[in-house]
């Protein structure tokens, strides 16, 4: 009270309950880059199916070579697989509730509706490329022949457990995606045999390479905890080159971007606002070779510089 007794002017605390206050939209610390995403090809389907058509490998395709006299030529044809595999998009769906009180009276200086949809949003694609690694029906991890699979040589992911992969998907390979604690586990066995990876600017960001090759980091590949190891895929995109393309449908009623819809569902009695997000998605991996996965990948492993 002594203290009051003797102040010459306003306390600020007093003086803050008059000022108005600099404020951020609400920031959401799961939003990530979501570069699968964006180094996909993504196709569009009509009525959100796409049949994958194969040629059956097993029957030779005869050709001749050099031919000078005239001796019948070699007759032949293409054989298709007779039961293709068909790709149908799957749905990722949410309904977001705001109270009309809520946002008649505290829309200013940010729209609530606007800010609730716009994080939503964003959870919604934070699912679609988790899915697109993960779905047990269409996710990549899923979709990699045994033949295409190998495991490190000795736990922590060398330039020869890279090579290898890259033998696997040999045609024109797009890129490596695989967890941050992966990538830095490569860049230290890179460190220790003193060849550090050079690095390649995409999309305005820095990202590792190995034999040119960028490494792409995403959280969405897991880290098994009770033995810190991951994994590492290799992938070939685009439709062009028979690679992994992602899948999409045009069109939608709605339409916020490719394959995403936002709809106003009305006002029920409790005066809630409802709004429907979907968004519709799957990939595809056109042909075996297309993407390959390196198991086993331990991201624990430090080593001492003298």
């Given amino acids: 009270m002594a203290d009051e007794a003797v102040r010459a002017s306003l306390r600020e605390e007093a003086a803050f309950q008059l000022a108005n206050v600099t404020k951020t939209p609400p920031q959401f610390g799961a939003i990530t880059p979501r570069w699968l995403v964006r180094f996909l ?13 194969k040629v059956d490998e097993g029957k030779p395709i005869e050709s001749v070579c050099a031919h000078e006299d005239e001796s019948p030529l070699v007759s032949t044809f293409v054989e298709y697989l007779d039961k293709p595999r068909e790709y149908r998009l799957s749905s990722i769906n949410a309904v977001l509730n705001v109270h009309t009180r809520v946002s008649d009276l505290l829309s200013n200086p940010y729209d609530q509706v ?6 939503l949003v964003e ?8 899915e697109l690694l993960n779905n047990a029906e269409y996710g990549l991890l899923h979709n990699v022949a045994d033949s295409q699979k190998l495991k490190t040589r000795k736990g922590a992911p060398t330039p020869d457990d890279l090579d290898e992969l890259l033998i696997k998907v040999w045609k024109e390979p797009s890129f490596f995606l695989a967890h941050p604690r992966a990538i830095a586990a490569f ?21 590792l390479t190995w034999r040119g090759v960028p490494l792409i980091p995403t959280d969405k590949i897991g880290i098994r905890s009770k033995d810190q190891t991951s994994k590492i895929l290799l992938v070939r995109v ?8 992602g899948l999409f449908q045009p069109g939608l009623p709605g339409e916020q971007s490719p394959g995403l819809s936002v ?4 006002i029920d009695a409790r005066a809630l606002a409802s709004y ?25 492993q430090y080593h001492e510089y003298l």
């Fill in 276 to 300: 429907l997000v979907s968004l519709y998605c799957s990939a595809a991996v056109l042909t075996d070779d297309a993407i390959g996965l390196l198991e086993d990948v331990a991201v624990g």
């Fill in 238 to 245: 685009g439709e062009k080159k028979q690679g992994v393309i």
């Fill in 123 to 130: 959870s919604v694609k934070e699912k679609q490329e988790s």
């Fill in 41 to 53: 090809d993504w196709k569009p389907l009509e009525s959100g199916t796409l049949r994958v058509n």
């Fill in 187 to 207: 860049g230290r066995e890179c460190t220790r045999r003193g060849v550090p990876p050079p690095t390649v600017t995409l999309f305005g960001t820095p990202f």
């Fill in 114 to 119: 606007r800010e609730q949809l716009r994080l």
């Fill in 263 to 266: 709809r106003f569902m009305g």
